[in-house]
């Protein structure tokens, strides 16, 4: 059974950064495509950014230039860094794997 696990989150002014990990385990992680979903109060759940197997990447546009999506097979981790952060990029953030597993979520708030 695949498990993920996020991490670090928190609340960060705006123009800052951020770095969320997602684990993995119970998973042929390599194999399989990752991604990031984010999710603010009142809205629908919204893909971020995934990662495929060979490393080929995709955001939504309002993400791009800001945000990169990583993998560490050797470890099964998935990365976001996420840079220049707004306001508007509150949510919960959500690790998705494509055999359709979903970790538990981080909130990440950016406010002054």
């Known amino acids: 059974q695949v498990q993920l696990v996020e991490s670090g989150g928190g609340l960060v002014q705006p123009g800052g950064s951020l770095r969320l990990s997602c684990a993995a385990s119970?998973?042929?992680?390599?194999?399989?495509?990752m991604g990031w979903y984010r999710q603010a109060p009142g809205k629908q759940r919204e893909l971020v950014a995934t990662i495929t197997s060979r490393n080929t990447t995709n955001y939504v546009a309002s993400v791009k230039g800001r945000f990169t999506i990583s993998r560490d097979n050797a470890k099964k981790t998935t990365y976001l860094q996420m840079n220049a952060l707004k306001p508007e990029d509150t949510a919960v953030y959500y690790c998705w794997h494509a055999g359709n597993t979903w970790g538990q979520g981080t909130q990440v708030t950016v406010s002054s």
């Open positions: 119970g998973t042929i992680f390599s194999i399989y495509t």
